[in-house]
């Protein structure tokens, strides 16, 4: 038998469901006001919420703009709004928030959607792009129970609302595109960008966009990288989400769907990407000027490089240095076969087991088997016991099983080479290759490291001569030359020496080493030691041998001291870093070239001629011959003794550059001149980075000469009209009777 309500009873019943439903949403509000106010855990306040504490990393960008690489925990740089391609923006709104211009931070509608999808077992979520956002900038902590689960849950519904009272859209989607992780070490859409694509977030065309909005489904699900069939079809449920939301056409769809992903992936390490070298030398050099400038965060806590977003302009000119890695990577592969070679028969390695043990001692395993506590006999054995190993080679990393021992043998006979190229007017240096594999070598060679300069180092001692009056053209009988007065007498030996007399011009054009010698003993070494220093070698000692480049000089510095010939007789000291930003743009430091006059300029133009002497019929002639870079561009080669160091020194009116190539260790080095000589080690390179300079109109690199002081010289550099002269006051002071 059926119970009948009576009127007064349902009223009575409806009046309780009433007060339920009204209870529950009061006692909703106040949960949701309680939690505004910080009661069940603090809340992000609103200047947590305009300055979110997000690891961005320091860029460091070249004289055009490009990056050059960055430095980070977390790989992630920003972009406005304006420079994120609209394919972007549509494909994230189409598969995340198709209702993101509509709602206010929660999307009631599409949330109720979503919980009844998930009670009949169709499991989707329900965040919006806001709500995800909030979730970005204030992450949850790990292993949350269900209650704080929960809790966490609303407090970013209300950051969420927060963040849509106090931002536009435009401001929002930006700030979420900045914030999220794309894997690969590639944090915001301009790193993945430059990480997946090499481009910048405005060039993404639709399915390079389709392919990085898809992977916020599951960064490593839908990894192109990684599963590049799945990342595709991903790639391709976006964009046909796009066209259901209207913002692409069924044909224009078709049409991508079919394109291959095309990625270009560069990783995002610092052993990878250009001008490693640089980009490490660079930031020491960063942090001691913020050392000891002072330069401290408006809080008064020091910058943090890799995650305080800093801006950093270099003058580094990205095609220069693409071009200079290059080129030493196209001849360094050709010139240690030929190294290897040139031993073949022979042991590289007699009588140098002291060189190895040294080797042995600076080696990383070495360190860490001491510092583990290992004895000596327990390290030796490790260094004789084969265990697996990755060398570099240059065909790539190569894994193999090998003994450690022989492993520090391969790369005592491993060549290195480094090169730096600047303008001489202003100092900007343009190219940086410090060394051949940054990964597995991290020691910079072009600023860090010096070695013995060789040859390159006559320069200095013929303009010190040409100052006192000597011509290019003066005579001098080429034979062995004594030099007293300065401790021992010094009696240089020369190899490939031209007998007779020889000009200056010529004597330089082939490094020959009695002329220096001689012109050395009449102007004496304290005038080229001094001279060498103001044009920015330090520490050179006032010894005869100097004429010959007995001491050692870094890449950087020879470089900036033959800009001086370059630049009409100024020493400029060259500079790479220009200014330092904060993220917002507020300049922390910069700088500015300081030219300095060190010769005169009809010094510098006549040793720009005898320079140029060397590459049209001397030393550096292969330049021309056998390289066919016909250009006027002057040059000096140098090689040390036992061939252990190559080098090369390069000068056009608009670029200096110096090269240098050795082994590691000076016991090890070419068995004959011809092949260890700085024409053959170091020249070649040069010659592959110049042609692919002047090869690219865009760099305005011209093939014109050195300007030619206004007032004319009164030294006189043409030969013929030299003789004539000499011919001239001979006759004079025959019939004057002297």
């Keep these: 038998m059926k119970t009948q309500l009576l009127p007064n009873d349902i009223k009575r019943y409806n009046f309780l469901i009433w007060k339920i439903v009204v209870g529950g949403i009061a006692l909703f509000a106040i949960f949701i006001s ?55 923006i549509n494909g994230l709104i189409a598969t995340e928030d198709v209702r993101f211009k509509e709602h206010s931070g929660i999307d009631f ?40 689960l929960v809790l966490t849950k609303f407090k970013e519904w209300i950051v969420a609302v927060k963040l849509e009272r106090n931002y536009t859209k435009e401001e929002i989607i930006t700030m979420y595109l900045n914030t999220v992780d794309f894997g690969n070490q590639a944090y915001g859409i301009k790193a993945a960008a430059r990480v997946y694509f090499n481009t910048t977030p405005d060039k993404l065309t639709l399915t390079e966009a389709s392919t990085l909005v898809g992977m916020q489904k599951g960064i490593t699900m839908y990894s192109p990288t990684r599963h590049p069939e799945r990342s595709k079809t991903r790639r391709n449920t976006v964009m046909a989400m796009m066209v259901k939301s209207q913002m692409i056409t069924e044909p224009e769809f078709n ?52 995650r305080d ?14 071009y200079a890695e290059e080129a030493q990577k196209e001849y360094m592969k050709v010139l240690q076969a030929e190294f290897i070679k040139s031993w073949r028969g022979k042991n590289p390695f007699k009588d140098k087991e002291l060189q190895i043990e040294q080797g042995i001692k ?13 004895s000596d006999a327990e390290i030796k054995k490790d260094f004789n016991t084969p265990t697996e190993l990755t060398i570099f080679t240059w065909k790539g990393n190569l894994d193999t099983l090998m003994k450690p021992i022989d ?33 597995h070598f991290k020691y910079d060679q072009v600023k860090m490291g010096t070695r013995q300069v060789g040859s390159t180092a006559k320069p200095f001692t013929y303009a010190v001569a040409i100052e006192n009056g000597y011509s290019p053209c003066y005579t001098v009988p080429n034979v062995p030359v004594t030099i007293e007065g300065y401790g021992d007498p010094y009696t240089p030996r020369s190899s490939g020496t ?22 050395m003993k009449q102007v004496g070494p304290v005038k080229v030691a001094n001279l060498a220093t103001k044009m920015g070698i330090p520490n050179v ?35 790479y870093l220009l200014r330092i930003e904060d993220r917002n743009g507020v300049v922390l430091f910069q700088q500015k070239a300081i030219p300095k006059p060190v010769m005169s300029e009809e010094v510098a133009y006549i040793m720009t001629r005898m320079l140029r002497g060397v590459i049209t019929n001397g030393t550096g002639s292969r330049l021309n011959y056998k390289y066919k870079v016909n250009a006027p561009i002057g040059g000096k080669t140098g090689t040390t003794q036992n061939n252990s160091d190559g080098w090369f020194m390069a000068i056009t009116p608009q670029l200096v550059t110096g090269i240098w190539t050795g082994c590691e260790d000076r016991a090890f080095h070419f068995i004959s001149t011809g092949q260890g000589e700085g024409a053959n080690t170091a020249l070649p390179i040069f010659a592959g980075f110049i042609k692919r300079v002047y090869a690219n109109p865009s760099l305005k690199i011209e093939k014109k000469d050195f300007d030619a002081p206004k007032n004319g010289t009164s030294i006189v550099f043409d030969c013929n009209q030299y003789q004539k002269q000499e011919e001239g006051t001979t006759e004079l002071d025959e019939k004057l009777g002297f």
């Excluded at 965040?127 to 995800?132: A, E, F, G, P, Y």
């Excluded at 977003?309 to 220069?320: A, V």
Aim: hydrophobic share 35%; net charge positive; glycine share 8%.
């Design 109 to 148: 509608k599409r949330t109720f959607t979503i919980i009844f999808y998930n009670l009949i077992g169709k499991k989707q979520g329900a965040s919006t792009i806001t709500q995800q956002l909030a979730k970005n900038l204030f992450p949850r902590e790990s292993n949350l129970n269900f209650f704080t």
């Design 34 to 88: 309680l939690l505004g106010l910080g009661i069940f855990g603090p809340l992000p306040s609103f200047r947590d919420i305009e300055h979110p504490k997000s690891n961005q990393a320091s860029e460091i960008i070249a004289e055009d703009g490009r990056p050059l690489g960055t430095y980070f925990v977390q790989n992630r740089s920003n972009v406005t709004y304006k420079e994120i391609s609209p394919n972007v």
């Design 541 to 575: 000692p006032a010894y005869p041998s100097i004429c010959l480049g007995s001491f050692d000089s870094s890449i950087f510095n020879m470089v900036g001291a033959y800009g001086a010939f370059a630049n009409k007789g100024y020493y400029t000291q060259p500079i």
């Design 407 to 439: 492993s520090v043998r391969y790369y005592k006979m491993l060549l290195r080479n480094a090169m730096m190229t600047m303008d001489p007017q202003n100092g900007y240096v343009k190219a940086w290759v410090g060394g051949i594999n940054f990964e």
């Design 309 to 322: 977003g800093l801006k950093i302009y270099t003058t580094i000119n990205y095609d220069m240095q693409v």
């Design 255 to 306: 049409v991508e769907k079919e394109k291959p992903l095309d990625l270009r992936f560069n990783a995002a390490t610092v052993n990878d990407g250009v001008a490693p070298y640089f980009r490490s030398v660079l930031k020491n050099d960063i942090k001691s000027i913020f050392q000891e400038q002072a330069i401290l965060k408006p809080d008064g806590t020091s910058y943090d490089l890799d």
């Design 498 to 519: 031209i007998p007779g007399s020889l000009t200056l011009q010529k004597a330089l054009a082939y490094s020959q080493n009695y002329i220096a010698a001689f012109l």
């Design 362 to 374: 600076r080696s990383d395993r070495y360190k860490e088997l001491q510092s583990a506590g290992k």
